[in-house]
Each structure stands twice: as structure tokens, then as C-alpha cells.
């Protein structure tokens, strides 16, 4: 199985500042990552698909990058909305999906 | 614009089977452009993809909960199900339906969750 390592497990930054988390890949996944947002109570929303684009509708605030074994996500000029988890999940080996374990960003 | 919405029972006792089914509006499972997806999330914890089904029937699990896990597909109603046996405690988890484009690898539409609990 690939396993998916992502870094920090939490984060703490303030308004405006540009924050980047970074998930690793056990082996090489090429461009096969995502990136999703989690609100507490909520399902997650798809951010980042293919490792650097942008769903429809997404801010361009939000950008990924990477390929690989190392990705990462990047919010440019943080916002209190921002508060959720993100998550990475891999999709090179299919049919199984595996995810990070999450990252979650909090307001200082 | 597609929207799903998961149902069933909130408590199961140990040993028992687990039965969720979600719902499809907005777009008919029949359609071939999606893959039909099950996925978890334990307490405090991450994400874990259980299975996912094509209209056709074809399925795919993974491997560590195969034994135990089952989807099927009610094209009539535009419906797709879990059943996962033998429960215990750590099955606790909120289970999620959700799309996947056919060719893709995320998940574009979500269930809002439901809670199980696995308890006696």
C-alpha cells in the first residue's frame, strides 16, 4: 500500500500570512494527488485535483504543486475561513485511494 | 448538480451488520460518467476509502476491510448500499458516500456523513 505522510499535523498562523503544508508518498505517485478541505461537521471539498489544479470555483488563493514522492499546498494570504483540516489522498495505485492524516490550520 | 445523502440506522450492536444506503439526485448512477464511492472517517482520526461500485455492478474494496464489506447498486432508485459484518467498536466512524468521475482519481461530490456507533 502507498502510504501518505503529510507535515506539520497541525499549524497555527495568523491573517494574511501564506502558510504551506507538504505530503510525502511512500513511492513515486507522478501527479496522482488531491487536496481537500475539511470543516468540522462537515464532508471535505475538494481543493486540488491532479496535484496543481484548481477545482472550479476554488480561490486561487489555495495552489498545489509537486510530483512524485513530494507535494505541497499552499494558501496564500490566510483568511479565518480558512480554519479546517486539509488532507491529501493519492490515487496512482487504483482502484484503492489512501489519504494523509490531515493537517489542521488554526488562527493564532 | 449532483447530491447524495446517506441513511440508516445510527446504533449497531457488536457482531452485527452494518447497512447504509445513499441516495443520488441530481444525476442518475446509471449514467456511467461515475464511480459510486463509500468512505469513513474514525473519531479524531483520518480518512479511510472503504469501496465503490460502477452501475454495471463492478466493485472494488479495499483490501483490509474485503472480507467484510459489501456494495451494491439499486439503479431503479438510484441508490447504492453498504453492508459491512461483524462489526466491533473500532467500525465507530462517520461514513460518507461520495462521486468519483470515471477516469479520475478524487472525489468531486459528498454525502453530508452519518455517525455510526457501534455499541450494546
Known amino acids: 500500500d502507498i502510504q501518505m505522510t503529510q507535515s506539520p499535523s497541525s499549524l497555527s498562523a495568523s491573517v494574511g500570512d501564506r502558510l504551506t503544508i507538504t505530503c510525502q508518498a511512500s513511492?513515486?505517485?507522478?501527479?496522482?494527488l488531491n487536496w481537500y478541505q475539511q470543516k468540522p461537521g462537515k464532508a471535505p471539498k475538494l481543493l486540488i485535483y491532479d496535484a496543481s489544479n484548481l477545482e472550479t470555483g476554488v480561490p486561487s488563493r489555495f495552489s498545489g504543486s509537486g510530483s512524485g514522492t513530494v507535494f505541497t499546498f499552499t494558501i496564500d494570504n490566510l483568511r479565518p475561513d480558512d480554519i479546517a483540516t486539509y488532507y491529501c489522498?493519492?490515487?496512482?495505485?487504483?482502484?484503492?485511494?489512501?489519504f494523509g492524516q490531515g493537517t489542521k490550520v488554526e488562527i493564532k | 448538480q449532483v447530491q447524495l445523502q446517506e441513511s440508516g440506522p445510527g446504533l449497531v450492536k457488536p457482531s452485527q451488520t452494518l447497512s447504509l444506503t445513499c441516495t443520488v439526485s441530481g444525476g442518475s448512477i446509471s449514467s456511467g460518467a461515475y464511480y459510486w464511492n463509500w468512505i469513513r472517517q474514525l473519531p479524531g482520526k483520518g480518512l479511510q476509502w472503504i469501496g465503490n461500485i460502477y452501475y454495471s455492478g463492478s466493485t472494488d474494496y479495499n483490501p483490509s476491510l474485503r472480507s467484510r464489506a459489501t456494495i451494491s447498486v439499486d439503479t431503479s432508485k438510484n441508490q447504492f448500499s453498504l453492508k459491512l459484518s461483524s462489526v466491533t467498536a473500532a467500525d465507530t466512524a462517520v461514513y460518507y458516500c461520495?462521486?468519483?468521475?470515471?477516469?479520475?482519481?478524487?472525489?468531486?461530490?459528498w454525502g453530508q456523513g452519518t455517525l455510526v456507533t457501534v455499541s450494546s
Open positions: 461520495a462521486s468519483g468521475p470515471l477516469g479520475e482519481g478524487h472525489f468531486d461530490y
Open positions: 489522498q493519492q490515487y496512482d495505485n487504483l482502484p484503492s485511494w489512501t
Open positions: 513511492q513515486d505517485i507522478s501527479s496522482s
